[in-house]
């Protein structure tokens, strides 16, 4: 039987792509309909990480083993797809527009959540690299970078042309889940059904969630507020756009050098190695220096990004084992939707009372309150996930 990591390297692909055209352009999108200066253009933007917070609990809630995984993915990725429809077909109302965008926050997040976990899976029993699986993602999200500028140049901003090729993408997404088959040899342990609760009562797991989400929270918060950063060095808005395909590039760059050449016993030194560079970048995007230099340390966001992508699943996986790692991968992704949506609501405010700079700074600060939690935990894995 054909490998079944081939089909979901396509499946990371095209989906990827699709929601850099779907999710990357909405907030344009709705700036097109609505005053971005409007309390009802921040509900849109606030409302999607809280969904998506709301959607991970209840998706992850369904979730008990590969084959029931299967089955939920493409349940998701239908309902997701019956959004993505309602913005290009309904009235540009307030009203309609915050109903789709609710509807999408609960479907799109839990996607991708239930992805990695499956990816993950796969990338084990096949003994595959997971990260030549992800870097396909990667690779998917930076062509769509540079494919998206040209069409929305071609359709003159007409987001609605863009949204149904991401849709259109979405459903071959879809149909290629139907060729991932379940393993035949699935064991009496698999069959069992985990709890949220089993997950918790691990340590380890405790002790690296709350280090995830100091450290890449941050990260996500630092992401969402450079382009504010950088116009304070008068940055051009096509500058910009290098920046993120810059970053997108050295990302996968990283993703594929540690499939060839990083060995698991370096993986928890290169996580370390890692999100220190996220932390630094945070820090050095604090300080008063000239746009070059600027750019130069947002451009760390690839290298750091790239090299915890490597090794975060890889690391998570052997904490809570094969059978717990879609429960564990939803836990995270619920905190980073609460910091995320928290940080929507509050950012704006707090950077506007301390300044940008000294934003970046306290970013950076409580990343490095991570950093030292990853540095002096022991990573104690499960058994069953240590190579003899």
Sequence with gaps: MKKQSNYLKIIYFIKFFADALF???LSMFFASKIDRFSFEYGVLLGVIPFCALIGNFIWGFFSKNLKKNLLLIKIIISLE???MLLFITIDNNFISLLISTILFGLFNSPCFSMQDGIGSTYSKEENVPYQSIRYMGSCGYLFALIVGAGLISLFKNNYVYVFLIALILNLICLILWFFIKPFENVTSEEKKKVTFLETISNKTFILYFIAYVLIIGCSNVA????FSRLLEANI???QYSLVFASEVLLEIIVLILSTKFLKEKYYVMFLKISVSILCLRSLLLGLDLPLPFLISFACLRGIGWG?????????????VS??????AITLLTIALSLVNGLMTLFGTKIYSL???NNFYLLLGGIQLIGIIIIFVMKFKFKEDCINK
């Design 23 to 25: 999710s990357g352009y």
């Design 81 to 83: 797809s019956a959004t």
């Design 223 to 226: 992401d969402s507020y450079l």
């Design 236 to 238: 051009q808005e096509y």
């Design 307 to 319: 090299g915890f992508l490597s090794v975060h699943i890889l690391i998570l996986r052997k904490i």
């Design 322 to 327: 094969n059978k717990l790692i879609t429960k």
């Design 354 to 356: 301390l300044g940008i």
